[in-house]
């Protein structure tokens, strides 16, 4: 299992919380440039990189395939006012001056308005692409950010140390290459996307590959001697041998990925996330499960203005992952948001919302079955804090994608059997589950030293004479 980072003081910040659930980028799975350098160079080769950076090489995607894009809106999406109950008495009175504008609101459903910033949600939902799950939660929600975050990572009430998250597990038993499950970000590969014993595959947002760009003549001798080392036995260790296979796959995968960043977009958000997310779906390279997430939505003060903006992020986003994607991929790609709580019904004294329970889920896609789903917590039944009650648990939502989107065993990833809904359309012509691939590979064991203590692995002079040159470029951070 990778380690995660230390964990956070109570009083953390959301992006200190969501960097210690995730792995750093020294780690295995990240292949940005400077960070991939430090840990094969700088910080000692493959006791850095770990056995598990990369497993199988990419393949393109089966006929039947299907592929998730999962969306975190980090900090608490105030889910009343994303779709507010604009007909009630009750919001209005609990909102105040935070009621959304019924003028400017797009009215999906009888008492049912999207945010004036979703206007184009709006439209996908009229042309029938988009399903909301309504009032999902979890039992005795204690309102802290990191234990939430992590309830929702890990499908599992009672994580402790070495937990992993749910599509982690999925990708792990599905089998998946190389390019098959891929978190897009800047901060590591979130406890999402880690299984049991591996972790997907961690793209930066700004196309920093290591190994996707020689132009500079240190780096191209640099991946030469991996290149080379990768095709060649290093003879006196079975770990040296690993190591240089994963110098080499890796290099191979940042040369594959490069193309998606061709399109030059400014923009370090959600809009440019969602927009690689399309191009690494059109390059057909096996990827079957994209995490990525934005922040925040921890809206304790004057919250009109920044929810606007964290939303018309979001809706500009949609609309740019739709306008990359290739038709080809429309029907069988689905976005799925997750928060790791709502807001509390009443506003605080400072225009803003504090941290509340049950919110709703988003699923859009052609593929989905559009309207909604689950049941909307009452207005006129809230907890002993003020709180909605949930009406259905988020692992309802987790078990209803994994068996009817991904055709995987809720069960055996959740480690539990949960109730499912209707969230996707059988056309009567449903393909039949894919035949998964043997994810079994061999290989020999590490080798120890006589005490048993860490790795030895014996570097080779040309990587050693290559590590004394970078090293200048790893202080300077290029």
Known sequence: ?????????????????????SVADTQPGAIRRRRFLQGSLALGGAAALGPTLFADSAQALGADDRILVCIQMAGGNDGLNTIAPLDSGRYHDA???????????HKIA????????????????????????????????DHSHFSSIKTWMSANRNHGPGSSGWLGRYMERAGLGDLGAVNIGDS????????????????????????????????HDLVNVFSKMSRADAGDSAMGTAWANQLGSAIGVAEKVNPIYADNQEERNLIRKLGL?????????GTR??????????????????????????????TRFYTNLKPKFRNRVVLMTFSEFGRRVAANDSRGTDHGT?????????????????SAPSLNNLDDRGDLKHTVDFREVYATVLDQWLRADHAEVLAGSFSTLNLFAKPSDAPQAPVLP?????????????????????????????AQSVRPRLASGF
């Open 1 to 21: 299992m990778p380690a995660m980072r230390p964990l956070p003081t109570h009083d953390a910040e959301l992006g200190d919380i969501l960097r210690s659930l």
């Open 95 to 105: 909102r105040r001056t935070l009621a959304n504008d019924e003028a400017t609101s």
């Open 110 to 141: 009888p008492n049912r308005y999207l945010h004036p910033m979703l206007g184009g949600l709006a439209k996908r939902y009229r042309d029938g692409e988009v399903a909301i799950v309504e009032g999902v939660g979890f039992p005795d929600d």
């Open 289 to 318: 499960v994209i995490g990525t997430s934005f922040q925040t939505f921890d809206t304790h003060d004057d919250q009109a203005g920044d929810h606007a903006a964290r939303l018309k992020e979001f809706d500009d986003a949609v």
């Open 277 to 285: 997310a399309a191009n690494l779906i059109n390059l057909d390279v």
């Open 188 to 219: 590591g590969v979130p406890l999402l996307m880690v299984g049991q014993r591996s972790i997907a595959t961690g793209l930066p947002s700004d196309g920093n590959l290591f190994g996707a760009d020689v132009t500079d003549q240190w780096e």
């Open 358 to 374: 049950a919110g709703p889920m988003i699923m859009i896609g052609p593929s989905v079955k559009a309207g909604f789903h689950g």
């Open 438 to 466: 043997d994810t079994t590979t061999g290989g020999g064991d590490e080798e120890l030293t006589r005490d048993g203590g860490a790795p030895t692995l014996r570097m080779p002079a040309d990587v050693t004479k290559a």
